[in-house]
């Protein structure tokens, strides 16, 4: 019922979208700030 209702509806559909978009900015963010915590790290190695 759930998945039928995640993928068969307009809304579900919305809803996943929202989710793999919420996932995709979280993975950029975590790797944006790594590179600044990497690239702070260096500069204060240094």
Do not use: C, H, N, Q
């Amino acid at each position: 019922m759930a998945w039928e209702l995640l993928f068969g509806s307009d809304i579900g559909l919305m809803s996943l979208g929202v989710i793999v978009g919420v996932l995709v900015i979280g993975f950029a963010m975590a790797k944006m700030y790594s590179s600044k915590i990497d690239e702070e790290t260096r500069k204060v190695g240094k």
